[in-house]
T-cell receptor, first 112, second 114 residues
Framework: DADVTQTPRNRITKTGKRIMLECSQTKGHDRMYWYRQDPGLGLRLIYYSFDVKDINKGEISDGYSVSRQAQAKFSLSLESAIPNQTALYFC???????????FGSGTRLTVV | GQQLNQSPQSMFIQEGEDVSMNCTSSSIFNTWLWYKQDPGEGPVLLIALYKAGELTSNGRLTAQFGITRKDSFLNISASIPSDVGIYFCAGPSMNNNAGNMLTFGGGTRLMVKP
């Protein structure tokens, strides 16, 4: 099994729908992140969590929310999906003071 | 916010050629990282650099931490088809929370012709 598992791998949804992307990890890492990838823009941070009780907004948090249900689980929600949220979404984990992130394989989301 | 500018945005090379790419910033970084994203996968850490002027190798890959601390370079020697992918530079965000969040560049897409 992968160290960081994202579900679903692909999703097509309609404008206005609520959708949740899930991430679980077996690394035992305390820190978890959600990034969005768009062509030419690299990876942009949406939300991050240093532990179960700590949630922080990243660079582009508008339109998104997150929940850290357990140390191993960090989910990303789009409350009302819009087409410009079509992108590739990555979950990542790390330990404190270490920049060696472990990424999941990504969720490709299309909003029509 | 901080921006990392990578160039070139894409390159299409012949197998066996050497590759050079770079990453620049308007801000000073204390750490530079290079990640590679294979098609259909998440990025994987290749090399981490912690000191200005540092030169570090990982197989055919060599990365350098620029002495101005505002740039970094990645070279790939004797490219092979499995080098295909997107290469990202990254550095720690200047954030008062002092966490280890990374800012990523826009990526260099490498294509290798057999």
């Amino acid at each position: 099994d992968a160290d960081v598992t994202q579900t679903p791998r692909n999703r097509i949804t309609k404008t206005g729908k609520r959708i949740m992307l899930e991430c679980s990890q077996t690394k035992g890492h305390d820190r978890m992140y959600w990034y969005r990838q768009d062509p030419g823009l690299g990876l942009r941070l949406i939300y991050y969590s240093f532990d179960v009780k700590d949630i922080n907004k990243g660079e582009i948090s508008d339109g998104y929310s997150v929940s850290r249900q357990a140390q191993a689980k960090f989910s990303l929600s789009l409350e009302s999906a819009i087409p410009n949220q079509t992108a590739l979404y990555f979950c990542a984990t790390s330990v404190t003071h270490n920049y060696g992130y472990t990424f999941g394989s990504g969720t490709r989301l299309t909003v029509v | 916010g901080q921006q990392l500018n990578q160039s070139p945005q894409s390159m299409f090379i012949q197998e066996g050629e050497d590759v050079s790419m770079n990453c620049t910033s308007s801000s000073i970084f204390n750490t530079w990282l290079w990640y590679k994203q294979d098609p259909g996968e998440g990025p994987v850490l290749l090399i981490a650099l912690y000191k200005a002027g540092e030169l570090t190798s990982n197989g055919r890959l060599t990365a350098q931490f620029g002495i101005t601390r505002k740039d970094s370079f990645l070279n790939i020697s004797a490219s092979i088809p499995s080098d295909v992918g997107i290469y990202f530079c990254a550095g720690p965000s200047m954030n008062n929370n002092a966490g280890n969040m990374l800012t990523f560049g826009g990526g260099t897409r490498l294509m290798v012709k057999p």
